[in-house]
């Protein structure tokens, strides 16, 4: 009885690279990973690697993608089905980018950060891809509430920014002074603190009681 091998199916391949690539990048950093360890660590050879991305810089965007990108898919899929009010629906997509925070996801605009001067066509990238859209969707957000009059009526440019800015701001922290200070955050009671006044802060003041 011939004994049957089991062959890995190509399409899974670049998830595979990719997965390997970000475990390298949030390690040692865009600038220090090598395609020789990428492919060392997917178990294939580097000119495997090179059929599916030309050079290191694809396969960044390929790791963005597969990543940031499916989690910015998820959350426009959110507002897309919500048919609540938009602070429940505000209060679901922040707890869908907390969530983020608890993945090897939440190192990846560490890395655009601290490589943007040394690489400005990844961090062009990122912020057309990744930051463009995310301010856009809450925009989105923000203006459903000022338009239904359950928030009032922000400077919605000026609002957005700090919306997100908690969020960046754990994700640097975690994969940056985290591991060399003695400071501790607990992510996720911080960011639901943010959420709450956040709410309170957009909530359209109401009329005062006449009195009697």
Do not use: Q
């Amino acid at each position: 009885m011939k004994r049957r091998t089991w062959k890995r199916r190509k399409e899974a391949r670049p998830s595979e690279i990719s997965a390997a690539a970000l475990r390298l990048f949030v390690e040692r950093g865009y600038a220090a990973t090598r395609l020789d360890d990428v492919a060392a660590v997917a178990g294939i050879s580097k000119g495997t690697l090179y059929l599916y991305f030309a050079n290191k810089e694809e396969l960044f965007k390929a790791v963005v993608r597969e990543t940031v990108v499916i989690s910015l898919d998820r959350a426009e899929r959110i507002a897309a089905e919500h048919e609540g009010s938009a602070a429940a629906l505000l209060g679901k997509v922040m707890a869908h980018f907390a969530a983020m925070l608890e993945t090897e996801v939440a190192a990846v605009p560490k890395l655009v950060i601290a490589e943007a001067g040394n690489f400005p066509s990844l961090a062009r990238f990122y912020a057309d891809t990744v930051v463009s859209r995310g301010l856009a969707l809450l925009r989105r957000i923000v203006e459903r509430g000022i338009e239904s009059g359950e928030f009032r009526a922000v400077d919605v440019d000026a609002t957005v920014p700090s919306m997100i800015a908690p969020f960046l701001m754990m994700a640097l922290f975690k994969h940056s002074l985290a591991p060399h200070a003695d400071i501790r955050f607990d992510s996720a009671a911080v960011l639901r603190s943010h959420a709450e006044l956040l709410l309170r802060g957009l909530a359209a003041e109401r009329p005062a009681k006449r009195r009697r």
